[in-house]
């Protein structure tokens, strides 16, 4: 997607100003792609404080390609009023798939000729997603959200009326390029995934099955209101539950028991780099990674982080660093701060520490990894806590990547809400 929008701000080079707004944590990588492959376009980023975006964007000149991230767009709107680019490009377009947000408003309300969206997940969990993505493309094309969630949304999901779901596909197509990987990338090398299941162990188990059980008569003893008016703190408490399955020191720091998943995934990790593979590691915990840093650090195996708080100049510099480092490697990762946007070819054994509910950010989160680029094959593993919830969303991750076909490909449809009767589901 990248190589082919660069293509298009080549063909489009001249006395042009264009825009491209993407994740914080790649504004930077963005702006590498552009060197690589397009040196003779001049690009600047927006970073650094207001006055100093501002600045930059003073200083740009009308044949420069603007790079700037979500964040700074929604704080920075002021400086695009009045001024028309030639192309708006959104990069990760998943980003604007609640079409309330600062983010969505603001790149809908920034002026251009020409709009593009790169996205690998167009949908997400729901079909309002999409609704967001063409309100920013083409204005009124899917009429409003109310237009369509009575014409097409409703009645897929609800009734899986095929004839919605068709009238749909027609409008939407024309105006997607959608390739799979296994339809341009036949020299890419396999993937290989494979679910580590993982023992509970003593008082790790026992404080996970006290919590779940818990839970259950929490949830029974209400109806369903009272269910969807507490539904905030249970969730909270199932993202606990999802804590202890990684180790119950993500509660507890002072907590000195094992953990199975720790153990298993360090006894893998040495494994992987006793035969010579460079490994990234996803977690969405940031607490889980710094558990596994002191392990890393304390068995001898080199590493590189990168953490929501890791700064964006400095994201780069570690990727590259690790792409260069020619000697086994762990590069642990937050899901939310590093599963878009970043190349990292140079490894070959993806770790998912923990499972998220969509399988879209783990398939992202992937691939940094399985890409054009990429010489060896590919393994994955998926580290699963035996008997737990986590079972449970590798269950509903399939069903939830139904939701994306059904529009795309024409598969089944399936619905995506978690309601009372799911959740007590998930956690017996």
Request: proline residues 3%.
């Amino acid at each position: 997607k990248s190589l082919q929008i660069i293509t298009v701000l080549v063909s489009e080079h001249g006395n042009v100003q264009n825009l491209i707004v993407c994740p914080t944590a790649v504004v930077y990588n963005g702006l590498d792609e552009l060197k690589s492959f397009a040196p003779n376009l001049k690009g600047t980023v927006l970073d650094g404080s207001k006055a100093e975006r501002r600045k930059q964007f003073a200083q740009s000149t009308e044949r420069d390609i603007i790079i700037t991230s979500y964040d700074a767009a929604k704080r920075d709107i002021d400086f695009y009023e009045g001024h028309v680019f030639n192309i708006e490009v959104i990069d990760e377009a998943q980003y604007i798939k609640n079409p309330q947000t600062a983010a969505a408003k603001t790149v809908k309300a920034i002026n251009a000729k020409q709009r593009f969206a790169l996205t690998g997940t167009p949908i997400e969990n729901r079909l309002s997603e999409l609704w967001s993505i063409f309100d920013y493309l083409m204005p009124g094309f899917l009429g409003s959200y109310q237009q369509f969630r009575k014409q097409y949304e409703g009645p897929i999901i609800k009734n899986q009326d095929e004839q919605a779901q068709d009238d749909l596909k027609r409008l939407v197509q024309p105006f997607m390029l959608r390739r799979l990987k296994q339809d341009v990338l036949n020299d890419l090398p396999m993937k290989n995934e494979q679910v580590f299941l993982t023992p509970m162990v003593g008082k790790q188990e026992r404080l996970y099955q006290a919590r779940a059980q818990r839970l259950i008569r929490q949830i029974q003893k209400q109806n369903d209101e009272e269910f969807q008016q507490n539904k905030l703190a249970v969730l909270a408490e199932i993202t606990r539950l999802r804590e202890l399955c990684c180790s119950p020191q993500l509660l507890d720091r002072g907590y000195s028991g094992p953990s199975g998943k720790i153990k298993a995934t360090m006894n893998l990790i040495k494994d992987e780099v006793a035969d010579d593979h460079k490994i990234l590691l996803f977690s969405q915990f940031t607490s889980a990674l710094a558990i596994l840093k002191e392990k890393l650090a304390k068995a001898g195996i080199k590493y590189f982080v990168i953490e929501g708080k890791t700064k964006k100049a400095d994201r780069l510099q570690f990727v590259d660093k690790f792409n260069s480092y020619d000697q086994p490697a762990v590069f642990l990762i937050s899901l939310k701060a590093g599963g878009t946007g970043l190349n990292l070819t140079s490894a070959d054994v993806v770790i998912h520490f923990d499972p998220w509910w969509n399988i879209a950010a783990e398939n992202q989160a992937t691939d940094r990894a399985h890409r054009i680029g990429q010489k060896n094959n590919v393994t994955i593993y998926k580290m699963i806590a035996q008997n737990t919830i986590e079972e449970k969303i590798i269950e509903m991750q399939q069903k939830k990547a139904a939701l994306a076909n059904s529009i795309l490909s024409g598969n089944e449809l399936a619905n995506a809400v978690i309601n009372k009767e799911t959740l007590l589901n998930i956690l017996k």
